[in-house]
């Protein structure tokens, strides 16, 4: 306790390693008396109350117990600092990674470009059309249904003979009938037997395998295209007997004279428009798939870039911020070397009381007014708002 004998210019603010705890109205009356109210020693202990080394004698610090959880809870948190430290430097190492493979992938992609850039016939060969592409696509889905009804037709025809129409349109002077149905032969067909609509798949599967067989890396890879596209031609050749035959049959029943069918044109009519439309159709599949393969090449870097971006940002979105651990820990540790807790407004206001009720004469007015003036600009610029808890960290030498 300082001596109140001191003079003002004696006075200085103390450093204490504890805190002073007293009645601070009683303690602020006193020391006024002693300075004559002197407005750098009120200053000096508004610092010491500040500081945390001038406290109400009513307030008290944290207990063992309360003291050891928290000790408890900061090495937890710790741990889970530590925890996150090492997962989130995890995620930065494969975020690196994935970038350094989209680096590549882009150099990749850059080099196709440049090569093909560099030959205008390997650009041309190897680069994808969109127009190329467009009109064959364009051609082949009216191929497709061309061939679709074609072999209903030929099937339908090949298996049933319709002796009163062939008989009906030979007596009115038409012909024996088109290879190629109208809708209402196309229904007659179908319900004469509907397993006809899965004809022209068997068909469709020859082309598909056309293409399949050229894809071979195989030495004998000509010898299983020839046997395919041999045993389609058979295939149509046979279907093409089978009417040729059907039709002369009915005609000969009726009386009528007939032909070989080496001596028909019919027959060659239902051959090509049959095993050379296949052909046709076989070998735009192969060139539409090709092609596409063409757009395949570059569209897939693209697609592993954009998937390795995407990895790359959900890699950031799982790195936690430690910056919310860190001020939890600092918080608990000033917690744990806390050993007085105090309302710092109210001990600023019961010792600036006890300070100015030694100043009421009015020979002391002017520095009373100084005074409160300066415990207002102190509270200013410390932004000290009312109910606002000081912690007073234990000093240390």
């Not at 009120?42 to 000790?71: F, H, M």
């Not at 050993?339 to 520095?367: C, E, H, M, R």
Request: hydrophobic share 40%; charged share 30%; with cysteine.
């Amino acid at each position: 306790m300082e001596n109140n004998s001191k003079s003002v210019k004696d006075e200085k603010p103390k450093i204490t390693y504890s805190a002073e705890r007293t009645n601070l109205q009683e303690f602020g009356y006193s020391k006024s008396g002693s300075v004559q109210g002197d407005p750098d020693v009120y200053a000096s202990y508004l610092e010491r109350i500040l500081n945390g080394d001038l406290v109400d004698e009513q307030y008290k610090g944290l207990s063992e117990t309360e003291r050891k959880e928290k000790r408890e809870k900061i090495k937890d948190l710790e741990k889970a600092l530590d925890d996150t430290k090492k997962n989130n430097a995890k995620f930065e190492a494969d975020i690196k990674v994935k970038e350094k493979q989209i680096e590549e992938h882009r150099e990749e992609l850059l080099h196709i470009r440049k090569k093909r850039a560099e030959d205008e016939e390997k650009l041309e060969r190897e680069s994808f059309s969109t127009l190329k592409f467009s009109i064959v696509l364009f051609v082949l889905v009216f191929l497709t249904a061309y061939l679709f009804f074609f072999y209903i037709s030929a099937a339908y025809k090949a298996l049933y003979v319709d002796f009163e129409g062939i008989a009906s349109r030979l007596a009115d002077g038409l012909s024996t009938g088109s290879i190629m149905p109208g809708p209402a032969e196309l229904a007659e067909a179908l319900r004469y037997n509907y397993l006809l609509f899965f004809v022209p798949f068997v068909f469709y599967a020859f082309g598909l395998a056309f293409h399949v067989l050229l894809d071979l890396k195989h030495k004998a890879k000509i010898v299983f295209v020839s046997l395919l596209i041999t045993v389609t031609f058979i295939v149509d050749l046979l279907l093409a007997l089978i009417i040729h035959n059907n039709t002369e049959s009915a005609k000969e029943l009726m009386g009528l004279a007939t032909m070989k069918w080496s001596q028909n044109p019919t027959f060659y009519i239902i051959l090509c428009l049959g095993f050379l439309a296949y052909i046709l159709w076989s070998i735009l599949l192969d060139f539409l798939i090709r092609e596409w393969r063409k757009r395949q090449v570059t569209l897939n870097l693209k697609r592993i870039i954009n998937h390795l971006r995407k990895d790359i940002k959900i890699l950031t979105e799982n790195i936690m911020p430690i910056e919310l651990i860190i001020n939890e820990i600092n918080i608990l540790r000033d917690e744990v070397d806390t050993y007085v807790q105090g309302n710092l407004k109210g001990f600023i206001d019961q010792f600036t009381t006890g300070w100015v009720s030694y100043l009421a004469p009015d020979n002391l007015k002017n520095v009373k007014t100084k005074c409160l003036n300066i415990r207002d600009g102190f509270i200013e610029k410390h932004k000290i708002q009312p109910g606002i808890v000081k912690v007073i960290k234990a000093k240390r030498k």
